[in-house]
């Protein structure tokens, strides 16, 4: 059985915060939530993905924290206790495979974060014209080389933090990173939202244009609540599996809610105010990281070469961090499966992981280049395992965990996890199994059907 009552817990409640926030602030806020919000209308799908968090996200989060610290396993040992012998545990196993998927290709983006610090270290941008960047990305992107050794680097880092542990990789890592990423991220919008005809920018950001939104924007505001809360895969029940019993499970989730939204909202107004001031186009997909923005920073600063450098310098320190904190959360959710069910050391189910992991993410890495014209379903190894994990998987497996947590799990443990045994006031209980049982199921499943074309 892979429940196990003496294994290791965070140390405070604060660490078990900012891990979990660690895992939710990652690329998917910096990288996708700006383009998606240029893709769909501003501040009308921050409006949207705002009541997906709230109505969704959340009460899913608090789901599976309370599976995980109930059942003190991996997500797929958590069904195995919670509803011994029955094909629940699938939803487990779904989990551990979208997290082994998404860490492969993951990285992959998380290695150039690396080759885009260490390029705006050596200053290698100054100079470069819009038509130099474009280059510089596809050469780089398409160099089988270059783009595998960054993200076999990224994936030895990752590695490291999970072999040293619950408490000493993963806790630790997470209170010196995300304390140094709010530093930078707020220094950065200072900066950009300082710069002359930044209000352009925040006025696209802040104010809703409804006119754009249909289908398409709640299915986009959903799968990306899903994607940067971590939710759907069992990532933040297996870190829940090491909060301790006295952590307030719906505080928590909150915390983590406010804290991601916050990072992606700024994210925005790191970006946008620096692109309109220089009047780009802030809807360019997802080369915006990496083709427009170095651009952007070097017209908006470029009075001042220094400041230039200074800016893109944090700017992808930044992102690198908050990457690295998201790898390692989907490395434990797959090294802890390993470990506890199939019985290998976690030193041996660690490194099974990253090998084979980085097997898998050199496909999503050559499909930039040498492998593009390898297509599944008519699109490239990198953008199918992203489409399928992001807008399929997750949904499916946030589904399920609200189906179980509202219909199979007993009341009494749903109630004794989020009051900590009685001692908390949850006056919004009801309300609580309300959305698990019939909200949550049943959005998700419309907003499936629309995109099947069937609804
Ligand atoms: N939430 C992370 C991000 O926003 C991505 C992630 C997804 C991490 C699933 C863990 C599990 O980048």
Redesign the pocket.
Known sequence: MATNQDRVNFGSKIGAILAAAG???????????PYETGNHGGAAFILIYLLCIVLLGLPIMIAEFSIGRHSRANTAGAYNVLAPGTPWRGVGYMGVL??FL??SY?SVVAGWTLEYTWQAISNGFAGMNAEGYTQFFTNFSANPWRSVLWMVVFMVMTHMVILMGVKKGIEKSAKIMMPMLFILIIVLVVCSVTLPGADKGLAFLLKPDFSKVNADVFLGAMGQA????????G??STYASYFGKDTNLSKTALSVGVI?TMV?IMAGLIIFPAAFSVGVSPDAGPSLLFITLPNVFQMAFGDVPFLAYIFSVMFYVLLAL??FT??I??HE?VTAFVHEDWKFSRKKAAWYVTIFCTLLGVLSALSFGVLADMKIFGLTFFDFLDTL??KVM?PLGGMLISIFTGWYLDRRIVWDELTNEGSLKVPFFKVYIFIMKYLAPVAIGLIFLNELGIW
């Open positions: 895992s939710a602030v990652g690329l998917g806020n910096i990288w996708r939530f979208a997290g998404i860490l993951y899903f994607f940067s809360l971590s939710l759907g895969l990532c933040l991601d992606a908050a990457a998201s790898t959360s989907m959710v994990t992001s997750l």
